[in-house]
């Protein structure tokens, strides 16, 4: 099996009013490269999510480049 290499580096940092940022860049040897750029917040036992996400495919790699927005809401118990 000819598995794809694949390797990322993220940051986050906390922010005012319960809230924190995330960056994550990444990339797959010889498919393309990846960004996601999030902001969450907690709200009680809730916290939301708001993330982009975006996916740049290597030429030669026969995919399409893919953006997206996502938005989460999550809780534990």
């Keep these: 099996i000819d598995t794809t290499d694949y390797w990322d580096l ?3 940092a906390s922010l005012p009013m319960d809230s924190t940022l995330a ?3 990444g990339e797959y040897d010889e498919v393309g ?3 996601i ?3 969450a917040k907690e ?3 809730f916290e939301i999510v708001l993330a982009y996400t975006d ?3 290597d030429s030669g790699s026969g995919l399409d480049d893919e953006d ?3 938005g989460t809401i ?3 118990f």
Excluded: D, E, Q
Aim: a positive charge; glycine letters at 8%.
């Design 10 to 12: 993220g940051a986050s």
């Design 43 to 45: 709200f009680g036992k």
């Design 55 to 57: 996916f740049s495919a």
């Design 23 to 25: 960056l994550t860049y």
């Design 33 to 35: 490269t990846n960004y």
């Design 74 to 76: 999550s809780t534990s």
């Design 37 to 39: 750029v999030s902001l």
């Design 68 to 70: 997206h927005f996502i």
